[in-house]
């Protein structure tokens, strides 16, 4: 997978190596009564030691105290302003995730966690991730400016940084989680009503974005980085209004991620024609 050169406008700060701090978050709650299947996918990349497992830092947080598996248990988020299920998704029911994640990010800066590693990724649970093939795309992406910088996934949109894996460097994350209280004032009342955005409620995702371009985090295009069946642009001739679409061929993926795949079958399928190796759960 090849990555663009980095360059800034403005001067390097810090050198940053491959190191990876990753989390996924699972979704007790969900707001609806469709299973979800986040816990089988992680008990499964768990057991496998793949995807956020393979990272050299991890954790998963959740509205609920469960067993992953090895005795690991979830990081436990509080509603500390009953935000959590205040609204809910017209097309699918599921509650607005924004509030849930905004708590993650503040346990993420108490557990500190991620300090010693360069860089801190978000991943969805369905997202089929591969850590080796993201350090190699980040492998000469080495300065960071004095804010750090994040990753916009998805082209010809107006926040480009899907959630399907968030990308975030060592001061951005510092800077992310320094402001979270500022941003929270700021965004919670527009969050639930899309104020100046036409789509809606926010996702988790575009929170991030909006409160790291508040703090002047950098931002750099990789439109390459990751597939996403989420984003019109990802999708083929012909799928284009399909937002169920996933690749069916995984053999033929080159990004560091490939999404959405919600079942554990189908999510460990695509990883075998991926890496060749079998498993089995």
């Known amino acids: 997978m090849c990555g663009r050169p980095l360059v800034h406008s403005v001067p390097v700060k810090r050198k940053l190596n491959e190191t990876l701090y990753c989390f996924s978050v699972y979704t007790v709650n969900t707001g609806t ?6 816990l089988d996918l992680l008990k499964a990349q768990h057991k496998h030691h793949v995807s956020i497992f393979a990272c050299e830092g991890w954790d998963v947080f959740s509205d609920g105290r469960v067993e992953i598996g090895g ?6 988020v509080e509603d500390h302003f009953q935000e959590f299920h205040r609204l809910k998704r017209k097309e699918t029911g599921a509650w607005v995730n924004w509030a849930i994640f905004y708590q993650v990010w503040v346990k993420i800066r108490s557990l500190g966690h991620w300090e010693d590693k360069s860089w801190t990724v978000k991943v969805d649970p369905d997202a089929v991730f591969l850590p080796d093939r993201l350090q190699g795309w980040l492998g000469n992406k080495r300065g960071e400016p004095p804010h750090g910088f994040y990753f916009e996934n998805c082209k010809g949109v107006q926040y480009g940084l899907f959630g399907n ?11 992310l989680t320094k402001y979270l209280e500022d941003c929270h004032a700021v965004y919670a009342p527009c969050a639930d009503d ?20 508040r703090h002047y985090v950098d931002k750099m295009e990789a439109f390459d980085m990751t597939l996403d069946g989420a984003c019109q642009a990802d999708r083929p001739e ?21 999404h959405p795949f919600k079942k554990p079958k189908d999510y460990f399928s695509c990883l075998s024609q991926i890496t060749n190796v079998a498993y089995y759960d």
């Open 33 to 38: 009564t469709k299973p979800s299947t986040e």
């Open 238 to 258: 012909g799928q284009k209004k399909n937002k169920k679409w996933h690749a069916e061929d995984c053999s033929q993926v080159t990004t560091a991620a490939v």
């Open 71 to 76: 005795g690991y248990y979830t990081h436990m």
């Open 194 to 213: 899309g104020c100046d955005w036409k789509w809606g409620p926010w996702g988790e995702d575009v929170f991030v974005q909006r409160c790291m371009d």
């Open 165 to 175: 894996l968030e990308v975030i460097s060592h001061e951005a994350t510092n800077v």
